[in-house]
């Protein structure tokens, strides 16, 4: 069992930025991939950016390129997503998600684990 928990979020005003992290509770975390999703009210929850086990690889979603960036510290058992120039679009509930496995995953059903999320808000 994996456990997430997600924080960082807040208010922040358009094209200020914030960091998000996720700390995870396993003892194997290398083993993990993870990946971050949002989901706005009344939207399907959608992938925002993923990592795989060693963070050589990463995905973005085309509406965050060249403003987000994913990381993650094996040491730390911590993901992290740094969010530049955010716009009121980016306002939603972020989800930090794991699933054991080598690959770049992008879809929900890939998840296994998930945190409570952690709500971001872009006013403008």
């Known amino acids: 069992q994996v456990q997430l928990v997600e924080s960082g979020g807040g208010l922040v005003r358009v094209g200020e930025f914030l960091r998000l992290s996720c700390a995870a509770s396993a003892r194997d975390f290398p083993r993990y991939a993870m990946a971050w999703f949002r989901q706005s009210p009344g939207k399907e929850r959608q992938v925002v950016a993923s990592?795989?086990?060693?963070?050589?690889?990463?995905y973005y979603t085309d509406s965050v390129k060249g403003r987000f960036i994913i990381s993650r510290d094996n040491t730390k058992n911590t993901v992290y997503l740094q969010m530049n120039r955010l716009n009121p679009e980016d306002t939603a509930l972020y989800y930090c998600?794991?699933?054991?496995?080598?690959?770049?995953?992008?879809?929900?059903?890939?998840?296994?684990?998930w945190g409570q999320g952690t709500q971001v808000t872009v006013s403008s």
């Open positions: 998600a794991a699933r054991a496995g080598s690959y770049l995953y992008t879809d929900a059903d890939d998840y296994r684990y």
């Open positions: 990592i795989t086990q060693t963070g050589g690889d990463q």
